[in-house]
């Protein structure tokens, strides 16, 4: 399909100035095939992969049909984790700059949901949000979605499967006719076609192919035996030394028991996965996308949503039993033009689920001998990143510009041994050198008096501790 520029599409010259100020120019295929029809008010259903545009595919369209001086709940979209439903709220508050003074909020678990009644209470334009929080903002009646014109259900296949069909039905119920239904969706199984069908009225459908090309990615094979599998994992990160990669498991056992034996082998890895508590999830994942982590091993449904910049490599230590999962799984390397590496790790007994890989793609995969790879008998070399946490945050009015100049002063750093900061409601992550991180931390300590594990930023004391994979 030939690529089209925004400026063929009947929006707003603020709108369109705004996607430029983005450098967004041309449209990607989701965008290109589905915004027409989502401008003129039809409801759809679009399948299409992680990374595609599909989050600037509903937003522009949630955007063009709402009334900035009308402080009401006009455009809900939920989403199956808080990572995505983050994400998403980030997105649409970066191309609603063009529209005037929007506010986007964001409902979800793992926090408490009294500052987000309070937040409610002087009102919304648009409201994104996980299941069950959004059903118990309703429950309370915090929540008013009876003027939502626009409704998107984002990455529903993987909704269903986390079993949040009741809450949608139950949402869904709660939001008025008419309105503009969008449903996007990896896949769109036969069950979630029926399951979803009342939500819809008359909608088009539109599929962008989930494949991805080989000059993009390079995908390898190796065969294993199974229980040599998770020390095949090890080779692979030893012979390809992937600045951070992600590898995948089928379930939260083997996750946890490669996590265990990759550490075993001196990598900085941590395992992500439903059993976690949300503090948890938050902290490992901050901990990865900041490189402190040099290996995350996931679940398929605790990565969903996951958006992370320059990824090295993919391993699946198990392979999907899901064909159009493992499609996904590949395509969290090789995004935004960069080339990228995915490494699959068969059984004898999984060779069938790799028949079905061959079918989808219309061509076999390459396989290659784990002999080839290089005997590196030297270890793991640890992240380069250690983080600092620092018991303090937004709350605390604690900005990332007090903590650099904490670092940077009494910490002695220079700026470029300082990585990510991450300020949240009561908590900042600081990705520091490794080879400098102690001696920060110690020196921040220096001559106050205050403890070991209590530190100085702007005449003010926090506790932290450092973080050490």
């Not at 769109?188 to 090309?213: G, K, M, W």
Request: with cysteine; proline share 4%.
């Amino acid at each position: 399909m030939t690529s089209r520029p925004f400026t063929s599409l009947p929006l707003n010259a603020r709108l369109l100035a705004n996607l430029a100020t983005l450098d967004y120019h041309q449209m990607t295929p989701i965008q290109a095939q589905s915004l027409p029809h989502v401008l003129q008010g039809r409801d759809l259903i679009a399948q299409a992969k992680t990374g595609s545009g599909k989050t600037a595919a509903f937003g522009i369209g949630m955007l063009h049909r709402l009334n900035p001086a009308w402080l009401a709940v006009q455009g809900l979209v939920l989403c199956p984790t808080r990572e995505l439903a983050d994400q998403v709220a980030n997105e649409i508050r970066r191309l609603a700059r063009g529209k005037g003074n929007i506010k986007v909020l964001t409902l979800t678990g793992g926090v408490p949901a009294r500052p987000q009644a309070i937040s409610l209470e002087h009102g919304a334009h648009i409201v994104v949000g996980t299941p069950g929080r959004i059903q118990d903002h309703l429950a309370r009646g915090t929540l008013d979605l009876s003027n939502v014109r626009t409704l998107v259900l984002d990455e529903a296949d993987r909704m269903t499967d986390m079993g949040f069909y009741d809450e949608i039905a139950g949402i869904v119920a709660a939001c008025p006719q008419p309105r503009q239904t969008l449903l996007f969706s990896a896949t769109y199984p036969d069950d979630i076609r029926r399951a979803t069908a009342s939500f819809l009225n008359d909608p088009v459908e539109v599929t962008v192919e989930a494949q991805h090309t080989g000059d993009q990615i390079e995908q390898r094979f190796y065969e294993v035996e199974a229980e040599r599998r998770d020390a095949a994992v090890g080779q692979l990160l030893k012979h390809f030394k992937p600045t951070s990669a992600l590898a995948f498991c089928n379930t939260k056992i083997h996750c946890r028991d490669l996590a265990e034996e990759l550490r075993a082998q001196g990598f900085s890895a941590l395992a992500l996965h439903g059993d976690l508590e949300q503090r948890e999830r938050d902290e490992i994942l901050v901990l990865f996308s900041n490189r402190s982590c040099s290996v995350l091993v996931a679940t398929d449904v605790a990565a969903r949503g996951l958006d992370i910049a320059q990824l090295g490599a993919v391993i699946n230590a198990d392979v999907s039993k899901d064909t159009e999962v493992h499609i996904h799984r590949v395509g969290r390397t090789g995004r935004a033009g960069e080339s990228g590496l995915a490494l699959t790790l068969c059984a004898p007994n999984e060779k069938k689920w790799v028949r079905l890989i061959e079918e989808y793609q219309n061509a076999p995969v390459q396989w290659y001998p784990l002999s080839e790879l290089d005997a590196d008998h030297t270890g793991a070399a640890p992240a380069p990143m250690v983080t600092l946490c620092i018991m303090g945050g937004k709350k605390d009015k604690l900005r990332p510009g007090d903590v650099l100049g904490a670092l940077t002063g009494d910490g002695g750093l220079s700026k470029e041994q300082v990585g990510k900061i991450n300020v949240s409601e009561f908590t900042t992550y600081v990705a520091l050198s490794r080879q400098v991180a102690d001696q920060a931390f110690e020196r921040l300590n220096a001559g106050r008096k205050l403890g070991r594990d209590v530190g100085n930023i702007k005449g003010r004391s926090f506790r932290m501790r450092l973080i050490e994979l």
